[in-house]
């Protein structure tokens, strides 16, 4: 019997790490092996998913995964293939660059980067990125993949320039965040700011590794946090952090305006995501309550009163915006208190269904119950063939061993009950091994630095 329930543990085991295989999982570019992180992530090298490119270590920097990288000399598209995700569910993809001189040109590169073959992003590393581990440059998209695998393609845009790599990480989403999404299109996150706190949060603070920096010193806003034991977020489909609603940012005004939008000059069609939550109990005679503007565009579909405890969600999708852009909340007439803010997240829309056109867009609001100013940090984040898909490969393998270890497991089992009411039975057990690797969901804890200096904006579709 101990052995049956051993070959039953190794099922379960070897099947809860094959799925976590599509559903996340961190590439150390440049490196081989793998190893657990403090986070207690695994990570992996990337040996079977990039067959082009040169692999280094940068001297002098010990933190992982930025101490390698992969960079790419010769061609002009280079990709990560065959990189498990679980299709048509919502997956964010983040990748990272520290160049650290690593070339000794003194001089970060510039290149583009191209998400499933379909979803565009530039990156645009500065000289302000050098020299320090906390700082960094990244690229992040949320969008449902349509199969069981993608593709990260690093685009050269200059000839003297060597796009490099340093990680990827991937992440599945709970079904419901960002379900206004629509199949083909894709988020590519502009900034993500938590507002009220004072240090970034992300992993495991936040369990789907979105990192949310905060909103920064300003003389004209109140930092709050909240009396409430803790707070219920099914209100919000996101799903923002709980440490995230229990900070806010209040003004010593009428209005909060939120300027320096991490987005170009010529604007790009944007997703908008705010979150609210009432901080304190109010009294019979205090009432909270504003309304929120994209620009001269209403988010919600009324006026904001957060509630206390619980979490309250706005989104405004399909709003052409610009660096010059401003999120405005405005008290209504009949407000005692000021408005407050929880945490942000800005997206510019990859293939967006609408064509990015401005007209009035589109405003959702869901809620758990029934001449200020402050500058939103200005971080920006913001193909090849295909060889064939290795992940129903690895899934066949593993339900083949499971089925082979049910059927001897069970079998055994019977058998040896038949064998205490009949001796003379002499049937052995068979046995049967498999070997699975698994990976974690991966952190984000370190600061991001950069701002988005190309306004082009370039969809290129997908031949697969």
Known sequence: MMAALLHLSTLFSLLATTLSIAESISIDCGS???????????????KGFVTTGEPMKI?????????????????????????????????LVRTKFYYENYDGNFSPPS????????HRDS??????????EETFYY???????????????????????????????????????YADLGPNEGLITRQRTTCGAKETISYPLDPYGR???????????????TSAPSIDITGASNKPPEVVMSKASSSLGESI?????????????????????????LGRTQKRSFNVFLDETQVGSGPIIPVFGKATQVVLRDVVATSGSQIVLQSTG????????????????????????????????????????????????????????????????????????????????????RQNAKPQSNTTQPTSTGIGTGTGMSPLVEQQFASDTDPSYVVQDDHR
Do not use: H
Request: aromatic residues 8%; hydrophobic residues 35%.
């Open 257 to 281: 305006k939120l300027s320096n939008l991490a987005l170009p000059l010529t604007g790009l069609p944007v997703y908008l995501a705010l979150y609210f939550s009432e901080p304190q109990t």
């Open 139 to 177: 690229s992040e998209l949320i969008f449902a993949p349509a199969n069981e695998s993608i593709s990260v393609c690093l685009i050269r845009t200059s000839p003297s320039d060597n796009p490099f790599i340093s990680s990827i990480e991937v992440y599945s989403l709970d079904v419901g965040m």
């Open 334 to 417: 009949d407000s005692v208190l000021p408005p407050i803010i929880n945490g942000v997240e800005l997206f510019s829309i990859s293939n967006s269904r609408n064509g990015g056109g401005g007209g009035g867009g589109q405003s959702s609001q869901s809620t758990g119950g029934n001449n200020d100013s402050g500058a939103l940090g200005g971080a920006k984040n913001a193909g090849g063939k295909k060889k064939k898909n290795k992940l129903p490969l690895i899934l066949g393998v593993t339900f083949a061993s499971a089925f082979a270890i049910l059927s001897s497991t069970f079998g055994a089992i019977f058998l040896r009950k």
């Open 32 to 46: 081989t092996g793998s190893y657990v992180d403090s986070n207690n992530v695994t990570w992996v090298g990337d």
């Open 123 to 132: 990156v645009a590393i500065t000289e302000s990125l050098l020299n320090n």
């Open 59 to 91: 001297p002098g920097v010990v933190t992982k995964p930025i101490n390698t990288l992969r960079y790419f000399p010769t061609g002009q598209t280079n990709c990560y293939t065959n990189i498990p995700v679980t299709k048509r569910q919502k997956t």
């Open 111 to 118: 290149f583009d980067l191209v998400y499933d073959g379909k």
């Open 211 to 225: 990192p949310w920096y905060p909103l920064g010193a300003d003389d004209t806003l109140a930092d709050l946090t």
